[in-house]
Each structure stands twice: as C-alpha cells, then as structure tokens.
C-alpha cells in the first residue's frame, strides 16, 4: 500500500537551518492530512494538520503546505532545533473514512549543534 | 497534559497464545483506536471504535482480533491465537470527537511471538 509515501528515509540539516520534510500522495479521496513526530520508545505526537480547502498552515516554528494539483505536500521547519530530531510521519485520511490514517513511511530528521 | 497509557510495554508471548493489550485513553475522549507498526515498516490501521463498537476496521483486523472497553476507563485488544507476523509495537489512540481530529496517540506496547 504506497498511498501515502516519503521518499527522503532521512535528514540531516544544521541547527538554525530550515528542515523540510516531503511527502506524496495518490489517493484523490484524501482530504486530511497531518503530521506526526515519534520519538524512539514513544507514540506518535501530533505536530500540525491541513485541510484540502487550504494550501498553508502555520503553528510557530512549522508550517504545512500543501499542492493538491500535485498531490504533494510539505512540512518546514524553520529554525530547526536539535531536539527536532526525530521520525516525521506523514498521514492522510478521507472524510468518509472516519479517523482512519494512512501513515507514510517517515523521515528521520537529525538535526545537528 | 493528558495522555493515553498502554500496559505492559513489553509483551513475550508463544505463538498460539492469546494476549490482550491494554489501553486507557484520555477520559473525555470519545473515539479509540488501535494501530500497529511492524519493524521497519508503516504505521497501519487496525480499528476504530466509538459509541462501544467497532467503527471501523481494516483487512488485518481479522476473527483473531478483537476490542472491548470493559469499563468506563480501559480498552483493549485481544488477539486470541497469536501467530509470529503479529509480532510489532501497538498503538492505541483516542480522539475526542466533533470536529477535532486530532489523534492523540500512547507510547506503544511491544508485542514480540516467538
């Protein structure tokens, strides 16, 4: 199942620097989508989300952006923090499918001092 | 800030044995959720459940799966004959429900068949 994918395992960007994680889809059907952050030993944590009425969403240091046109869509990060580091995941869901997510494969993003 | 618990962290089973995963979600929250990720492979879907039954599910959620919220408080995940490839960490989730989509996700039990 490839509907959700991040093509970039990993990341390595300079503390300071903007991160910018990838991700495509190819489900049309999608109309959600989020961001989650793991930590080793942990759960998902949800980062920030977007509609499909909307192209951009900020919250502080992350902003999402999505090309529906493209099917494509980004997270920055901006400045990057080294306690950034972690596995970023991708995640989409339709409107009639509940709370159903469909999870890309993650990025792990290091950030370094 | 309120999260979601699962116990144990570690489970060691034999194949054929059955376990059950516990979770207790955030005490508000209306939707739960059990999703599992295989080493080295995606986070997947299993089921949702709300209004005290299944929602939803997936393909993996097969007769060898099932959910119950016994109580006000605890969810679980029973899976009855456990085979190797259910060998992966689960995750319960919950959500509060209305227009909010957020998934608030536990730290994972470690499920590991031998």
């Known amino acids: 199942d490839q509907q959700v994918k991040q093509n970039s395992p990993s990341l390595s960007v300079q503390e300071g620097r903007i991160s910018i994680l990838n991700c495509d889809y190819t489900?049309?059907?999608?109309?959600?989508f989020l961001w989650y952050k793991k930590y080793p030993a942990e759960g998902p944590t949800f980062l920030i989300s977007i509609s499909s009425i909307k192209d951009k969403n900020e919250d502080g240091r992350f902003t999402v952006f999505l090309n529906k046109s493209a099917k494509h869509l980004s997270l920055h990060i901006v400045p990057s923090q080294p306690g950034d580091s972690a596995v970023y995941f991708c995640?989409?869901?339709?409107?009639?499918?509940?709370?159903?997510?469909?999870f890309g494969g993650g990025t792990r993003l290091m950030v370094k001092p | 800030e309120p999260e979601v618990t699962q116990t144990p962290s570690h489970q060691v089973t034999q194949m054929g044995q059955e376990v059950i995963l516990r979770c207790v979600p955030i005490s508000n929250h209306l939707y739960f959720y059990w999703y599992r990720q295989i080493l080295g492979q995606k986070v997947e879907f299993l089921v949702s459940f709300y209004n005290n039954e299944i929602s939803e599910k997936s393909e993996i959620f097969d007769d060898q799966f099932s959910v119950e919220r016994p109580d006000g408080s605890n969810f679980t995940l029973k899976i009855r004959s456990t085979k190797l490839e259910d060998s992966a960490m689960y995750f319960c989730?919950?959500?509060?429900?209305?227009?909010?989509?957020?998934?608030?996700f536990g730290s994972g039990t470690q499920l590991s068949v031998l």
């Open positions: 989730a919950s959500r509060k429900g209305g227009s909010g989509e957020k998934l608030f």
């Open positions: 995640a989409a869901k339709r409107d009639n499918a509940g709370n159903m997510l469909t």
């Open positions: 489900n049309s059907m999608f109309d959600y």
